[in-house]
C-alpha cells in the first residue's frame, strides 16, 4: 500500500525517469527505507522477494527482512527530508517512509491461504 502523497511523487518520479521499481533497503548506509530506482538498475535475484506494486512499481525486498515483516501491513509514505543518497527521491527534498502494523489474525489466515509471494523477478 502506499500513501496519497507517496502516489503523487512515485507519478512525478516516473514522468521524469520513467519506469520504477523499489527494493526495502535492510540496513547499512541508507538505513532500512524503501528505495526507489529506475526499473531494472537493481538486480533482484532469488533471494529477493516481490511483494507486489505500488503506484504501477514493483516493490521487493530481501527474503531475510520478509521473513522479519511477513505479519506487519506495509505502508509506503512521503515525509520531508533526504531520501537514500541512491534512491531517485533524494532531490526533492522528501523520502519515502515505511510505516507498519501487525496484521490481524484473519488477515494473516488470508495471506497463509494466498501463499507464498514470488521470489525473483
Known amino acids: 500500500m502506499a500513501s496519497p502523497a507517496a502516489l503523487a511523487l512515485i507519478e512525478r518520479l516516473a514522468a521524469r525517469h520513467g519506469p520504477l521499481m523499489f527494493h526495502q533497503s ?17 538486480l533482484v535475484g532469488d533471494s529477493d522477494v516481490r511483494l507486489g506494486e505500488i503506484g504501477g512499481c514493483p516493490f521487493y525486498m530481501s527474503a531475510a527482512q520478509f521473513d522479519y515483516w511477513k505479519h506487519t501491513q506495509l505502508l509506503i509514505d512521503v515525509v520531508p527530508g533526504r531520501g537514500g543518497m541512491f534512491s531517485l527521491e533524494g532531490p526533492e527534498g522528501l523520502r519515502f517512509l515505511t510505516r507498519s502494523r501487525v496484521f490481524s489474525d484473519a488477515e494473516l489466515a488470508a495471506l497463509e491461504a494466498a501463499g507464498s509471494p514470488i521470489r525473483g523477478q
Open 26 to 42: 535492510g540496513g547499512c548506509c541508507d538505513g532500512s527505507a524503501p528505495m526507489c530506482y529506475p526499473l531494472g538498475e537493481f
